[in-house]
């Protein structure tokens, strides 16, 4: 499994919060934020997303699906120069004027559908995502605060239409059916954006096609518990010790064994969160051969223990922070 396709596999919706908004214009929409993961697209017509903090505002028109990346609050609108105030601030669960006032019933036209008044031609699709675990933040934190995938030429015209028709009904296990249907948008979205010629994508994404980086990537993610070494990765490789480093820190943007400490870490944060398995066993299973060996590097990068970290739920990083590839 290639590092890209070991990262998407553990990015996975849980609760997904879908929101379809009928507007007629001028219209400008505020999402608090508080997830650091939304998905965003215009299903007919045409606007902007404006991500503050001084980004410049990213267009979308029809079928244009962009992610948005932080917990911080954005703007879509139809004109991003005549600064329309927020007709409702979208929540995780209500919406409310600018000024805080709840206006849920006021917006609500239906199931997980809003609008602004009558007439409304245009049609924004949200869904926010709440990643969990160390692996997916590696990949989140990665990418830029808006990217965007434009549907000319893209294959995300069949995605969208399911996840419309889906939105509205409320069928037996109609949840699990949403979040799978926003996996499937955001990885094909992801996938279409990696692809495309103007991204600017990681450096650990860039350095897979090269033979010798992107070889050792993919070792590192296949085998995580081998005791590698440079000069096991070398070996691997076809190259000497000296060439692996030099290239290795040249493309990805920090040593072979930095890298294998973040992805092990990682591995070990997202196994104490989700199994019952001892950090014995976590330790083994990611590279360390005791759960001393894992607890002092936890310890060094994370600012806490595992033990520690299972018990009160902290996250992982919050102490020195967490290596992002």
Request: glycine letters at 12%; proline letters at 8%; aromatic letters at 6%.
């Given at each position: 499994?290639?590092?890209?396709?070991?990262?998407?596999?553990?990015?996975?919706?849980?609760g997904?919060?879908?929101?379809?908004?009928?507007?007629?214009?001028?219209?400008?929409?505020?999402?608090?934020?508080?997830?650091?993961?939304?998905?965003?697209?215009?299903?007919?017509?045409?606007?902007?997303?404006?991500?503050?903090?001084?980004?410049?505002?990213?267009?979308?028109?029809?079928?244009?699906?962009?992610?948005?990346?932080?917990?911080?609050p954005?703007?879509?609108t139809?004109?991003?120069?005549?600064?329309?105030?927020?007709?409702?601030?979208?929540?995780?669960?209500?919406?409310?004027?600018?000024?805080?006032?709840?206006?849920?019933?006021?917006?609500?036209?239906?199931?997980?559908?809003?609008?602004?008044?009558?007439?409304?031609?245009?049609?924004?699709?949200?869904?926010?995502?709440?990643?969990?675990?160390?692996?997916?933040?590696?990949?989140?934190?990665?990418?830029?605060?808006?990217?965007?995938?434009?549907?000319?030429?893209?294959?995300?015209?069949?995605?969208?239409?399911?996840?419309?028709?889906?939105?509205?009904?409320?069928?037996?296990?109609?949840?699990?059916?949403?979040?799978?249907?926003?996996?499937?948008?955001?990885?094909?979205?992801?996938?279409?954006?990696?692809?495309?010629?103007?991204?600017d994508?990681?450096?650990?994404?860039?350095?897979?096609?090269?033979?010798?980086?992107?070889?050792?990537?993919?070792?590192?993610?296949?085998?995580?518990?081998?005791?590698?070494?440079v000069?096991?990765?070398?070996?691997e490789?076809?190259?000497?010790?000296?060439?692996?480093?030099?290239?290795f820190?040249?493309?990805?943007?920090?040593?072979?064994?930095?890298?294998?400490?973040?992805?092990?870490?990682a591995?070990?944060?997202?196994?104490?969160?989700?199994?019952?398995?001892?950090?014995?066993?976590?330790?083994?299973?990611?590279?360390?051969?005791?759960?001393?060996?894992?607890?002092?590097?936890?310890?060094?990068?994370?600012?806490t223990?595992?033990?520690?970290?299972?018990?009160?739920?902290?996250?992982?990083?919050?102490?020195?922070?967490?290596?992002?590839?």
């Amino acid at each position: 499994m290639d590092p890209l396709a070991s990262l998407l596999y553990e990015v996975r919706s849980n609760g997904a919060l879908f929101s379809r908004n009928i507007l007629a214009p001028p219209w400008s929409i505020r999402f608090a934020g508080g997830t650091p993961l939304a998905v965003v697209t215009l299903l007919r017509g045409s606007g902007w997303i404006v991500p503050g903090g001084g980004a410049e505002p990213v267009a979308l028109g029809p079928g244009d699906v962009a992610l948005v990346t932080g917990a911080e609050p954005f703007t879509v609108t139809d004109d991003a120069s005549a600064r329309t105030p927020p007709f409702y601030v979208v929540h995780a669960d209500h919406c409310t004027t600018a000024d805080g006032e709840d206006v849920s019933e006021d917006v609500i036209l239906g199931l997980r559908t809003c609008t602004n008044g009558p007439g409304g031609t245009t049609v924004l699709l949200t869904g926010s995502y709440q990643v969990d675990g160390r692996v997916s933040e590696r990949l989140i934190g990665g990418l830029p605060r808006v990217l965007a995938v434009h549907r000319d030429g893209g294959r995300l015209g069949p995605v969208l239409e399911l996840t419309d028709g889906e939105i509205s009904r409320e069928d037996p296990g109609q949840q699990a059916v949403l979040d799978r249907l926003l996996d499937l948008l955001l990885l094909s979205t992801l996938r279409e954006w990696f692809a495309g010629p103007e991204a600017d994508p990681p450096a650990w994404y860039r350095a897979l096609g090269d033979p010798v980086a992107g070889r050792a990537l993919r070792l590192i993610h296949d085998r995580p518990a081998r005791p590698w070494t440079v000069t096991a990765l070398a070996q691997e490789t076809g190259v000497s010790r000296a060439t692996l480093a030099r290239r290795f820190a040249d493309l990805v943007g920090e040593p072979p064994m930095t890298y294998l400490t973040g992805w092990r870490l990682a591995l070990a944060a997202d196994l104490l969160a989700r199994t019952d398995s001892t950090v014995e066993s976590i330790a083994r299973q990611v590279g360390y051969q005791s759960a001393f060996g894992l607890s002092v590097a936890f310890k060094r990068v994370y600012g806490t223990r595992p033990s520690e970290h299972r018990t009160t739920g902290a996250p992982a990083g919050a102490g020195r922070g967490l290596p992002v590839p």
